[in-house]
Nanobody, 126 residues
Framework: QVQLVESGGGSVQAGGSLRLSCAFY????????MGWFRQAPGKEREGVAA????????YYADSVNGRFTISRDNTKNTLYLQMNTLKPEGTAMYYC???????????????????WGPGTQVTVSS
């Protein structure tokens, strides 16, 4: 069973920064492809960024490319999302997600992920 727990959300002014963390607990004999999604009120959940099992390949939504950085430390079982130059439209609940490395599928599609954390709220004021 995989468990994911996000932390690091909060309120920040536009232009500010936050770093989200996700502690993950899973089968030590398995490798997990991981990502961050967000969902604003009244909107669908959207992919923000993803990273492969060893952290060698990363993927970003156009809306955050150049401002957000996804990374992972497998020795600490932790996934990160460094968010810089935050914008008010970035206000949302942010979710950490994971799937087994061989599951496949487009990184930005929520249905391709099996495991989800409860989320952490990010609020960006103008």
């Amino acid at each position: 069973q995989v468990q994911l727990v996000e932390s690091g959300g909060g309120s920040v002014q536009a232009g500010g920064s936050l770093r989200l963390s996700c502690a993950f607990y899973g089968n030590p004999d398995s490798s997990y492809y991981m990502g961050w999604f967000r969902q604003a009120p009244g909107k669908e959940r959207e992919g923000v960024a993803a990273i492969d099992t060893l952290g060698r390949s990363t993927y970003y939504a156009d809306s955050v490319n150049g401002r957000f950085t996804i990374s992972r430390d497998n020795t600490k079982n932790t996934l990160y999302l460094q968010m810089n130059t935050l914008k008010p439209e970035g206000t949302a609940m942010y979710y950490c997600t994971a799937r087994l490395y061989h599951a496949g599928g487009s990184w930005y599609l929520a249905d391709t992920y099996k495991y989800w954390g409860p989320g952490t709220q990010v609020t960006v004021s103008s």
